[in-house]
T-cell receptor
Framework: DQQVKQNSPSLSVQEGRISILNCDYTNSMFDYFLWYKKYPAEGPTFLISISSIKDKNEDGRFTVFLNKSAKHLSLHIVPSQPGDSAVYFCAASGSRGIQGAQKLVFGQGTRLTINP | EAGVAQSPRYKIIEKRQSVAFWCNPISGHATLYWYQQILGQGPKLLIQFQNNGVVDDSQLPKDRFSAERLKGVDSTLKIQPAKLEDSAVYLC???????????????FGPGTRLTVL
């Protein structure tokens, strides 16, 4: 049961252009969404997040859009730079377990390649 | 500020052998997580600790996997005996812990790549 899906395993974008990474989810209880970036041989690094009470969050070149009715979120990177080449994971959370513990469910990842 | 430390970085074992991974979280982080990332998939939560207590271990294969976090700081994850399908990267993450009205960002270590032959 894949609750968070990233249907594009890879994406290639020219330097300076916009990169758009997509993510779909099925669980309507998810209320918090994150994007992580991962370089080879390193752990994932937090990039940007959005709460379900918002539909857009921006941080420099990175913007995340949330469409709750479609259960879809996207990450826009503009302009794209060679250093943005990495694997990007979408993650979602909604459960608040013991002591408010937040459980993240990750997508499969999208490998972004920025071409010079 | 030092990040999450993990060791070893790589491990190759034969099936039915045992293996242990170590994690040192960021200082002051109350919550510690162990994830399994199989090639081509996203990280999957195995177990979550709040200080030295288990918060969630619903996806931990308890017949062969065990984890502990003595003294609420370092943690070890053990597999005994290992199977071929355990080949994966094992990621440790830590966070400050839940605080009302604040997000609880998880910080990941570099992971341990396990190959079971």
């Amino acid at each position: 049961d894949q609750q968070v899906k990233q249907n594009s395993p890879s994406l290639s974008v020219q330097e300076g252009r916009i990169s758009i990474l997509n993510c779909d989810y099925t669980n309507s209880m998810f209320d918090y969404f994150l994007w992580y970036k991962k370089y080879p041989a390193e752990g994932p690094t937090f990039l940007i997040s959005i709460s379900s009470i918002k539909d857009k969050n921006e941080d420099g070149r990175f913007t995340v859009f949330l469409n709750k009715s479609a259960k879809h979120l996207s990450l826009h990177i503009v302009p794209s730079q060679p250093g943005d080449s990495a694997v990007y994971f979408c993650a979602a959370s909604g459960s608040r377990g013991i002591q408010g513990a937040q459980k993240l469910v990750f997508g499969q990842g999208t490998r972004l390649t920025i071409n010079p | 500020e030092a990040g999450v430390a993990q060791s070893p970085r790589y491990k190759i074992i034969e099936k039915r052998q045992s293996v242990a991974f170590w994690c040192n979280p960021i200082s002051g982080h109350a919550t510690l997580y162990w994830y399994q990332q199989i090639l081509g998939q996203g990280p999957k939560l195995l177990i979550q600790f709040q200080n030295n207590g288990v918060v969630d271990d619903s996806q931990l294969p308890k017949d062969r996997f065990s984890a502990e976090r003595l003294k609420g700081v370092d943690s070890t994850l053990k597999i005994q005996p290992a199977k071929l399908e355990d080949s994966a990267v094992y990621l440790c993450a830590s966070s400050l812990g839940f605080r009302p009205g604040r997000t609880d960002t998880q910080y990941f270590g570099p992971g341990t790549r396990l190959t079971v032959l």
